[in-house]
T-cell receptor, first 120, second 115 residues
Framework: DTGVSQNPRHKITKRGQNVTFRCDPISEHNRLYWYRQTLGQGPEFLTYFQNEAQLEKSRLLSDRFSAERPKGSFSTLEIQRTEQGDSAMYLC??????????????????FGEGSWLTVV | AQSVAQPEDQVNVAEGNPLTVKCTYSVSGNPYLFWYVQYPNRGLQFLLKYITGDNLVKGSYGFEAEFNKSQTSFHLKKPSALVSDSALYFCAVRDLSGGSYIPTFGRGTSLIVHP
């Protein structure tokens, strides 16, 4: 169990280019979340998957953003035609369905180290 | 709707002194409450959570938090602060009645522990 893994950790791109981030959740977790964090702010929810189904999307997720989780395991977040306002850290997190109060039980989401995006 | 407020942008404390980082929440039903810590350029690390049971919850690195339903608060505490505790702290809430599995996070509080 290596925790939530995100790649790349840092990405610098020119305005107008497309970028894709990958997230590998904790292996037994079937819920996966994407959040965005800008300086001085807390994480803001973007989208949520249970297995391969995308169940919720925030209004923050414009048409330029798309997320997939094709086999219910890893997920990708793609941003098309990037804008300078997209510069942020993109956080992936996962959780399990199980209940209980154990460390890896449901209800708690565990974050990856984040992917920093800088749009120049 | 669920929301959480962290009223202090920054908390300063001397090493060895007790620390408190404040959090208040708003939910329609019963809350799940969480604290996370974030070090520079890193993701969020889970510290502790309240779901049911004892109002005093103990977590990682000597931190604890007290759930107070009447005051809708979930303050983070530690009896003796360390310089290495200096970081950003985030409170989060999930409303059990809403049917959503998505926590809402506060804006964060920067904890600075002075040697």
């Amino acid at each position: 169990d290596t925790g939530v893994s995100q790649n790349p950790r840092h990405k610098i791109t020119k305005r107008g280019q497309n970028v894709t981030f990958r997230c590998d959740p904790i292996s037994e977790h079937n819920r996966l979340y994407w959040y965005r964090q800008t300086l001085g702010q807390g994480p803001e929810f973007l989208t949520y998957f249970q297995n391969e189904a995308q169940l919720e999307k925030s209004r923050l997720l414009s048409d330029r953003f798309s997320a997939e989780r094709p086999k219910g395991s890893f997920s990708t977040l793609e941003i098309q035609r990037t804008e300078q306002g997209d510069s942020a850290m993109y956080l992936c997190a996962s959780s399990s369905v199980g209940t209980g109060n154990t460390f890896r039980s449901g209800n708690t989401i565990y974050f990856g180290e984040g992917s920093w995006l800088t749009v120049v | 709707a669920q929301s959480v407020a962290q009223p202090e942008d920054q908390v300063n404390v001397a090493e060895g002194n007790p620390l408190t980082v404040k959090c208040t929440y708003s939910v329609s039903g019963n809350p799940y409450l969480f604290w996370y810590v974030q070090y520079p350029n890193r993701g969020l690390q889970f510290l502790l959570k309240y779901i049911t049971g004892d109002n005093l919850v103990k977590g990682s690195y000597g931190f604890e938090a007290e759930f107070n339903k009447s005051q809708t608060s979930f303050h983070l505490k530690k009896p003796s602060a360390l310089v290495s505790d200096s970081a950003l702290y985030f409170c989060a809430v999930r409303d059990l009645s809403g049917g959503s599995y998505i926590p809402t996070f506060g804006r964060g509080t920067s904890l600075i522990v002075h040697p």
